[in-house]
Nanobody, 118 residues
């Protein structure tokens, strides 16, 4: 099994920035797609950004131009740089990783809270 540990959430004023990190550990042969999702109470979890093994990226329209996803394959870590944060970005953020160990699998992080408020 592969475990994900997230960090970097917190309270920030509108217009501010935060950087989320998510490190994968366990028996990992390779990691395919890595992504970030977010969820607010009463709503379904939604995709924020995803990055493929080749570095190709995809973003939700609501974060394009403000958020940047990146990965460090040597560290099995994915990052989400969030700039120009808005109150509507307030949510629990979860990382998601598709990996291959003894077989293929998928893991979710425990979630990290981001609050954008003055």
């Amino acid at each position: 099994q592969v475990q994900l540990v997230e960090s970097g959430g917190g309270l920030v004023q509108p217009g501010g920035s935060l950087r989320l990190s998510c490190a994968a550990s366990g028996i990992i042969v390779s990691i395919n797609a890595m992504g970030w999702y977010r969820q607010t109470p009463g709503k379904e979890r939604e995709l924020v950004a995803v990055i493929g093994s080749g570095g190709n990226t995809n973003y939700a329209d609501s974060v394009k131009g403000r958020f940047t996803i990146s990965r460090d394959n040597a560290k099995n870590t994915v990052y989400l740089q969030m700039n120009s944060l808005k109150p509507e970005d307030t949510a629990a953020y979860y990382c998601n990783v598709y990996w291959r160990g003894y077989g293929p699998g998928q893991s979710w992080g425990q979630g990290t809270q981001v609050i954008v408020s003055s």
